[in-house]
C-alpha cells in the first residue's frame, strides 16, 4: 500500500522560505510522478508543481515561478517543494500526490490523474 506522507509546514513571515518534504512509502517511488497541490480556506485545491519521474521534466503554476522549486532524491523516496519569497497568498494546506501510472512521460497536471495523496501540512505567511 502506497503512502505519502509531507511535513514541513508552518508559519512564516512574507518573504521567508520553507522547504516541504513528501516521504512516500509502499510503492516505486522512482517509477512515479509527483505533484504538489495547496488549498486555501474557501478555495477549491490548486495545483502548484510537478516532476516526472526521472527528476528531468517539471512544470510550475504561474503564480509560483521563480520562487518554488520542486524537486525529488529517488534513493530516499522524497520529493520537495522549496519554497521562497513567500506571499501571505501562498497561505493554504500544501498537499503531495502521486501518479500510480508508472514511468509517464509527463507528470500530471490535473487533481483527478493523481492515484494517491497525502494528508497536507499546512503552511501560514503573516503580513
Known amino acids: 500500500q502506497v503512502q505519502l506522507v509531507e511535513s514541513g509546514g508552518g508559519l512564516v513571515q512574507a518573504g521567508g522560505s520553507l522547504r516541504l518534504s513528501c516521504v512516500v512509502s509502499g510503492g516505486t517511488f522512482s517509477a512515479y510522478g509527483m505533484g504538489w497541490f495547496r488549498q486555501a480556506p474557501g478555495k477549491e485545491r490548486e495545483f502548484v508543481a510537478n516532476?516526472?519521474?526521472?527528476?528531468?521534466?517539471?512544470l510550475y503554476e504561474d503564480s509560483v515561478k521563480g520562487r518554488f522549486t520542486i524537486a525529488r532524491d529517488n534513493a530516499k523516496n522524497t520529493v520537495y517543494l522549496h519554497m521562497n519569497s513567500l506571499k501571505p497568498e501562498d497561505t493554504a494546506v500544501y498537499y503531495c500526490?502521486?501518479?500510480?501510472?508508472?514511468?509517464?512521460?509527463?507528470?500530471?497536471?490535473?487533481?483527478?490523474?493523481?492515484?494517491?495523496w497525502g494528508q497536507g501540512t499546512q503552511v501560514t505567511v503573516s503580513s
Open positions: 500526490a502521486a501518479d500510480l501510472d508508472k514511468y509517464s512521460a509527463w507528470a500530471p497536471r490535473y487533481l483527478y490523474e493523481y492515484g494517491i
Open positions: 516532476i516526472d519521474w526521472s527528476g528531468g521534466n517539471t
